[in-house]
């Protein structure tokens, strides 16, 4: 059986990952595929637990790295590999470039640290298929204003979400920057459309892939 496909969903909160994974889900699965859908921090009871205190207690940026690295490495051996190895599709709403662009570019935290980290937590010989990394990831880019208004609108703010405007600029930077170093592997979506135009750049993002 082929290996499955593994899409990460990126982009500052308010973004709208959330808004477009589920109708990407039901589009794969009305093509056949078999789709398990995920998110991070969290898509274990493990990296649940840790992703709550992640969200509601104070922490340096070195401690949040080492959280999500950890839910991360869970994750990925007791969900993400094992969907993968059944050949399913994996959609995950956030991954590794959430931790470079909020830990890194946001909090200032070390890039070569979490560069190890991912090493570490992606490879090693417990996961079969040595390095595991999305093979698509689909950024929704947003200037930082217009997200927040989203949020505003739309939900109470966790400990990440009470950043202010700079925080998210520069996450989005930090975003940019891992675009700009993997581009076979991202696609930029215009977020800043209407909800139809976007899924509309979903939908090519995919059509454009050999394998979706
Ligand atoms: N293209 C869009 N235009 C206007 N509002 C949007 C758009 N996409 C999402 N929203 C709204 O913005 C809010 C945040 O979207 P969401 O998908 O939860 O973002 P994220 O998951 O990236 O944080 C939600 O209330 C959603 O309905
Ligand atoms: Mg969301």
């Not at 470039?97 to 090493?119: H, M, N, P, W």
């Not at 400990?159 to 675009?179: I, K």
Request: a neutral charge; hydrophobic letters at 45%.
């Amino acid at each position: 059986m082929n290996r499955g496909r593994f899409i990460s969903f990126e982009g500052i909160d308010g973004a709208g990952k959330s808004s477009h994974i589920a109708a990407l889900a039901e589009w794969l699965r009305a093509r056949g595929h078999r789709v398990r859908l995920t998110r991070e921090p969290g898509g274990t009871p493990l990296a649940e637990a840790l992703r709550s205190l992640f969200l509601e207690q104070p922490m340096d940026a070195l401690t949040e790295a080492l959280l999500v690295f950890a839910g991360r490495r869970d994750h990925l051996a007791q969900v993400i590999a094992p969907a993968l190895r059944r050949g399913e599709f994996v959609l995950c709403d956030r991954f590794t470039d959430a931790t470079f662009a909020y830990q890194g570019a946001g909090r200032g935290f070390d890039l070569g640290v979490l560069a190890q980290l991912e090493q570490w937590v992606q490879r090693s010989p417990e996961l079969a298929e040595g390095f595991i990394a999305p093979d698509l990831t689909l950024w929704f880019d947003v200037p930082a204003e217009v997200a927040a208004q989203r949020r505003a609108a739309a939900r109470e703010a966790d400990r990440l979400e009470r950043e202010d405007l700079d925080f998210f600029g520069r996450v989005r930077s930090g975003y940019a920057q891992r675009a700009a170093a993997a581009p076979q592997r991202f696609v930029r979506i215009d977020g800043h459309q209407a909800i139809e135009a976007v899924w509309q750049q979903v939908q090519q993002a995919l059509e454009g892939q050999t394998w979706a």
